[in-house]
């Protein structure tokens, strides 16, 4: 079993950078390939970011490309996600999870672990 932690999240105003991070344990990371999701209220879960084993590949929803980047230190079993420009949109509850597998999915049924999440605020 793999436990996921996220940390990092906050209120911030419009503009501002934040970056999450997911600490891992119970398992070795490299063995997983990870993804961030965000739900806001009332709404439903979405995809933000995803990056596969070994960090060489990636992928952004659309709606975060060009300001957010995800990336992961395997000997740190981490996995982070760095927000700039945030916008009020962006305001949700950011998850974590990982998946045993060599590439991310956007789809969050496929991932086996996820953490509780963190949420994040922005204010205009």
């Known amino acids: 079993q793999v436990q996921l932690v996220e940390s990092g999240g906050g209120l911030v105003q419009a503009g501002a950078s934040l970056r999450l991070s997911c600490a891992a344990s119970g398992g070795t990371l490299s063995n997983y390939a990870a993804g961030w999701f965000r739900q806001a209220p009332g709404q439903e879960r979405e995809f933000v970011a995803g990056i596969n084993r070994s960090g060489g590949s990636t992928s952004y929803a659309d709606f975060v490309k060009g300001r957010f980047t995800i990336s992961r230190d395997n000997a740190k079993n981490t996995v982070y996600l760095q927000m700039n420009s945030l916008k009020t949109e962006d305001t949700a509850v950011y998850s974590c999870?990982?998946?045993?597998?060599?590439?991310?999915?956007?789809?969050?049924?496929?991932?086996?672990?996820w953490g509780q999440g963190t949420q994040v605020t922005v204010s205009s």
């Open positions: 999870a990982v998946r045993r597998d060599t590439w991310s999915s956007t789809a969050g049924s496929l991932y086996h672990y």
